[in-house]
């Protein structure tokens, strides 16, 4: 079993930042994949961000890429998301993921353990 629990989400002028953290509970937690997932009102739930189990390689949207960054420390089993560069369209819920797959997906269906979400709204 493993807990997710979100945090760092606000209120934040576009082209402001905001740093999401996603701390586990467990052991494992290095034997996960991670992903960020975001929803916004009246849209479905999509992919943002992904991390495999090492660290090794990451995973964005294109959406995000360029301006999203995730990392982990397994030391302290934590995800992170540095989000710079916010605009009003990456207004959502954020939620964090694992999976203890083989291969790295970015399809939500696929992970095990979901956080309860963090709010990101992004004035104009």
């Known amino acids: 079993q493993v807990q997710l629990v979100e945090s760092g989400g606000g209120l934040v002028q576009a082209g402001g930042s905001l740093r999401l953290s996603c701390l586990a509970s467990g052991r494992t937690f290095s034997s996960y994949h991670m992903g960020w997932f975001r929803q916004a009102p009246g849209k479905e739930r999509e992919f943002v961000a992904g991390?495999?189990?090492?660290?090794?390689?990451?995973y964005y949207a294109d959406s995000v890429q360029g301006r999203f960054t995730i990392s982990r420390d397994n030391a302290k089993n934590t995800v992170y998301l540095q989000m710079n560069s916010l605009k009003p369209e990456d207004t959502a819920v954020y939620y964090c993921?694992?999976?203890?797959?083989?291969?790295?997906?970015?399809?939500?269906?696929?992970?095990?353990?979901w956080g309860q979400g963090t709010q990101v709204t992004v004035s104009s």
């Open positions: 991390i495999s189990w090492s660290g090794g390689r990451t």
């Open positions: 993921a694992a999976d203890y797959g083989v291969v790295f997906t970015t399809l939500g269906s696929r992970y095990d353990y």
